[in-house]
């Protein structure tokens, strides 16, 4: 598991990561110039202002030196040193801006990359097929948007900045160093040298448990998404002990990794600066023995000890630069996956626009499977007549969701084609297609928002009048009446403080606005009570008339009046009939039947 949980941040293909990446950033290459020429900038006044400050210093030090021999007072003048100082100022005033502004276009820059690739993943989530949500847990799909887009921005905005600077400043210092002296340089490599080798070592293990802990995190995250979304499932079963003990469980194992991770980053750094402060302290008495030896300037001491600090903290940081760096790429990587999904068959380029559609449906030699290798639904054939209402039975995992699945495109078919009005599904646009179709499921799907706005989601620009007529005809007008604010009442929290019912009816009314000239119906009553079943029964039955209507039933006793019934089993039809017919049969539905009635 440790080596997976490694392999999880460690990018498998960094060249193409990196080239990626850059084509992203392309769009801003102006703006990254600047950023370049600033970085460019502040690197050479970072290393031009120590060994200006040399000057400076040695300047005022033998100016003090002339006065005390001379018996006068020593002072700073503008003809003196003033200017020196003054420009020493400026020096470290413009170091100041560039690096101000460097980290403010590369802030931009970043936040600007992750906007591109949201906009990229919530496109693809768009159009990937139901088959990449049933493969992969939601959690996982969150921290890819949000966990390793958030290391991606931060590595940019920091890490990649830190490590350009770091890279000049390093090599720029210790061009500085040799040049005022090269034995002191050595001693400050030496020791620099077994920085390097404690943190790379270290960071390798802070690469595996950051690892762990991005892992980790993402199992969390789905874990706790299941449990709220089946807060009301968990309390019915009295399941919190257990559910709180997986929570714990998961939170512990981030815990760990947490920890680890955090530890060895927090305390590497006292044995690092233990290392420097004991290499400035060798460097301090060599260098005084130079000064004493009259070799050495003060200027010059203090300028090397400038770059000492400038280049020795890059140095032991260089390891964790790069693996945080490496982590970001992985996480691109893992971005790029997500938008390199197999998409949705393309719709047709030439597709087929229905006006005024009837209703007819066919399916001719139909074969499915979710797997090529395991085909669940062959050769399955029916048609359906304008106006007719089919139900379509059978236990449950015989098929029924899967089919009406295929009706809508919401999965491809393996074989065979499905007609509308006498034009298969596949030449026509998926929304042009759907837009023909209404569905009322058992599972009842409430978005933030006010009632209305929740009826009308299937027509947005539904006037007030037709808002209220949809809910009158589903029989919901009277209890929205009776909320705080009526139709304006704000729904959240999936429509919490409302009944099953409730939310039953108001999807329901979503249907009675859109006025599709096809229904879809997966028991659509099954979560009111019997007199308000009645009455939307009542109303279903109006609003299927000159309607196709395809009812997914489990009480038999609501289809009987159905034109066509469709028996499945193991994804097969194997019974097709009116209910009379089917009866006659004595075959699967005839026991089906019976069995309910007994």
Not at 378 to 393: L, M
Not at 434 to 458: C, H, P, S
Not at 536 to 552: D, H, N, P, W, Y
Request: hydrophobic residues 40%.
């Amino acid at each position: 598991m440790a080596e997976k949980n490694l392999d999880y941040d460690v990018p498998q293909n960094t060249k193409a990561t990196v080239v990626r990446l850059a084509k992203l950033l392309k769009p801003q290459r102006v703006r990254l110039c600047i950023i370049g020429t600033f970085i460019v900038l502040y690197t050479i006044l970072t290393i031009y202002t120590p060994f200006k400050s040399a000057q400076v210093i040695d300047t005022i030090w033998q100016n003090i030196q002339n006065a005390r021999e001379q018996g006068v007072q020593f002072a700073i003048t503008w003809d003196g040193v003033g200017k020196s100082i003054f420009s020493l100022s400026l020096l470290y005033f413009f170091t100041w801006i560039f690096y101000y502004f460097q980290s403010y276009l590369m802030a931009s820059v970043a936040d600007n990359l992750t906007l591109t690739l949201r906009k990229k993943i919530a496109a693809e989530l768009n159009v990937l097929p139901l088959r990449f949500f049933d493969q992969n847990k939601s959690g996982e799909i969150l921290s890819r948007v949000t966990n390793d887009l958030d290391k991606i921005t931060e590595t940019l905005q920091t890490g990649f900045l830190k490590l350009l600077v770091a890279i000049g400043t390093i090599i720029g210092s210790l061009g500085v160093m040799i040049y005022y002296n090269v034995t002191l340089t050595i001693v400050f490599i030496l020791f620099m040298i077994v920085c390097i080798i404690i943190t790379k070592i270290v960071s390798n293990k802070n690469l595996k448990y950051a690892a762990i802990r991005q892992e980790s995190l993402g199992t969390l995250t789905g874990i706790v998404e299941e449990y709220y979304a089946g807060r009301n499932i968990i309390k019915a079963y009295n399941n919190e002990p257990e559910s709180i003990k997986k929570v714990r469980e998961s939170t512990e194992l981030n815990r760990k990794a947490s920890q680890n991770a955090d530890f060895i980053t927090n305390s590497i750094n006292p044995l690092i600066r233990l290392i420097t402060r004991i290499s400035q302290a060798v460097i301090a008495v060599i260098a005084g023995r130079a000064m004493l030896n009259g070799t050495m300037s003060i200027g010059v001491v203090q300028a090397l000890f400038q770059y000492v600090n400038q280049a020795g903290e890059p140095l032991t940081e260089a390891s964790f630069m790069i693996n945080t760096l490496q982590s970001a790429l992985a996480s691109a990587e893992r971005t790029f996956e997500l938008l390199d999904s197999e998409e949705e068959v393309p719709d047709t380029k030439k597709p087929v626009k229905l006006k005024d559609v009837k209703g007819e449906i066919s399916f001719e030699h139909v074969s499915f499977g979710y797997t090529p290798s395991n085909i669940l639904m062959k050769d399955i054939n029916f048609t359906v007549r304008p106006g007719q209402k089919i139900a379509v039975v059978g236990s449950t995992g015989a098929g029924k969701t899967t089919l009406i699945n295929l009706l809508m495109r919401f999965y491809e078919v393996n074989g065979g084609k499905i007609l509308i009005d006498g034009v298969p599904s596949t030449d026509l646009t998926r929304k042009g297609l759907r837009k023909n179709f209404g569905m009322v499921l058992q599972d009842t799907w409430i978005f933030g928002g006010t009632i209305a706005e929740n009826i009308a989601y299937g027509k947005p620009k539904a006037t007030r009048e037709e808002i209220v007529a949809a809910a009158k005809a589903a029989k919901v007008d009277y209890f929205i009446r009776t909320m705080p604010q009526g139709y304006d009442t704000m729904l959240d929290n999936e429509g919490a403080n409302l009944s099953a019912g409730q939310r039953q009816l108001l999807t329901i009314a979503r249907v009675f606005l859109c006025n599709p000239p096809i229904l879809i119906l997966d028991e659509a009553t099954s979560s009111v009570d019997t007199r308000t079943e009645k009455e939307i029964s009542k109303a279903m039955q109006e609003l299927m008339k000159g309607r196709t209507s395809f009812v997914i039933a489990h009480h038999l006793s609501t289809i009987r009046d159905a034109d066509i019934i469709l028996f499945m089993e193991n994804g097969n039809i194997i019974e097709q009939g009116n209910h009379r017919e089917l009866l006659e049969k004595k075959g699967a539905y005839a026991t089906l039947y019976y069995s309910q009635f007994e």
